[in-house]
């Protein structure tokens, strides 16, 4: 059944509270990659309770199940293999809190054409839930394979990387078990990225590592290759997933200094494959 986009677009998400510890932040942290090495100075910040920060991209988790709900939207019949992340904005309006309540309010915002797919636009506001401030925004593109073909516009593409040799350049390792870590920390539990008899059925195979999971790491590697290993200073971060990630495999990430904002991207090593493009951390 075609999309009903007059239906979809501005459709709510629904309203939602989280919470979260200092013991969930550390979680996260470490599904994304922190405490190596484990007697690092620069990584204690992250993994022990005494000066806490979180990884900006923390503030993707709160309004996961939100964003979940597209699929319970008038105008939509899809199923959970249909979807995928294709991209995610996150805007940071002040420091994350190490533990706290937000209260969140999401709604679909635009729907695009990309001819074997199409592309929902979902936007969740998050405000500390008992001053009202806004904490943080999170836009997520969400692909939904095979709903194409409708006549509606493609939107934006992502832009080119800066044609010139990268600032810096940084590996991360993924762990073999890292996908089954982070579904933990950030309660995604799509068996795409656990069960190989379910990724195998949409195309892959074996589980992949969460498109957000990537992101995650990415963001990490960025604060400390080119921002001094200072997460308080990123005001919005954005990137385009262009490909997957299996747990075990290396992110590669090259990252270019401009006059206000980093750019980078990501890839595989082992498969010299794309799995982060047209990224951009812009300062608060």
Not at 196 to 218: D, K, Q
Request: with cysteine; proline share 7%; net charge negative.
């Amino acid at each position: 059944m075609p999309i009903d986009v007059d239906s979809v677009v501005g459709a709510s998400l629904g309203e939602s509270t989280f919470s979260w510890s200092e013991q969930d932040l550390i979680l996260y942290n470490l599904a994304v990659g922190a405490g190596v090495p484990p007697d690092s100075e620069a990584e204690l910040k992250y993994v022990c309770q005494n000066d806490l920060v979180a990884v900006p991209s923390f503030a993707a988790i709160p309004p996961f199940e939100l964003m979940m709900a597209v699929g319970s939207v008038d105008g939509l019949e899809i199923s959970l293999a249909q979807i995928l992340h294709g991209d995610h904005h996150l805007q940071v309006h002040r420091q994350i809190p190490t533990a706290g309540t937000v209260s969140q309010a999401g709604k679909i915002t635009d729907v695009f054409d990309k001819g074997k797919g199409a592309l929902l636009v979902a936007k969740v506001e998050s405000r500390l839930a008992d001053s009202g401030e806004l904490v943080f925004t999170n836009t997520a593109g969400i692909f939904l394979r095979g709903e194409g073909g409708f006549g509606g516009g493609r939107g934006p593409s992502a832009r080119p990387e800066p044609d010139r040799e990268p600032d810096a350049i940084v590996e991360t390792a993924t762990l073999p078990q890292q996908a089954l870590i982070y579904r933990l920390a950030s309660g995604d539990m799509n068996p795409l990225h656990a069960d190989p008899a379910f990724a195998a059925m949409v195309g892959y195979e074996r589980p992949i590592l969460h498109g957000l999971c990537t992101y995650g790491m990415v963001c990490r590697a960025v604060v400390e290759s080119a921002l001094d290993g200072d997460p308080s200073g990123v005001g919005s971060y954005s990137a385009r997933f262009a490909g997957h990630v299996f747990p075990g495999e290396t992110l590669v990430t090259e990252t270019w200094e401009q006059a206000d904002e980093l750019r980078f991207r990501t890839v595989v090593k082992e498969r010299g494959t794309p799995a982060v493009t047209g990224g951009s951390i812009k300062p608060r």
